[in-house]
């Protein structure tokens, strides 16, 4: 089994920033990505980002240039730094990580527990 635990999220005005952390626990072999995703009520569940475990990025182009995603691979963390943040980037933000269990083990995709943003205009 493994866990993710995030930390992080509230409420901020429209302009500031928040910053997420989500921390995998458990029967870790290896990780072979962490990100982020978001649902706000009445939308699908959509990716924002993830971080490879060689440090290669990926963002949804509604965050490029805002959001950054970074990732400490000794310490099975990952963080969400969030800036010049909109109204409409309010959600449950869920953290996300590709994990296999063991060498010969297939990755497997875990889920955090989810935090709400919520982002006043």
């Known amino acids: 089994q493994v866990q993710l635990a995030e930390s992080g999220g509230g409420l901020v005005q429209a302009g500031g920033s928040l910053r997420l952390s989500c921390a995998a626990s458990?029967?870790?072999?290896?990780?072979?990505?962490m990100g982020w995703y978001r649902q706000a009520p009445g939308n699908q569940r959509e990716l924002v980002g993830f971080?490879?475990?060689?440090?290669?990025?990926n963002y949804a182009d509604s965050v490029k240039g805002r959001f950054t995603i970074s990732r400490d691979n000794a310490k099975n963390t990952a963080l969400l730094q969030m800036s010049s943040l909109k109204p409409e980037d309010t959600a449950v933000y869920y953290c996300?990580?590709?994990?296999?269990?063991?060498?010969?083990?297939?990755?497997?995709?875990?889920w955090g527990q989810g935090t709400q943003v919520t982002v006043s205009s």
């Open positions: 996300h990580a590709l994990v296999a269990t063991s060498g010969t083990s297939p990755t497997y995709q875990w």
């Open positions: 458990g029967s870790i072999f290896s990780i072979s990505s």
């Open positions: 971080i490879t475990s060689g440090g290669t990025t």
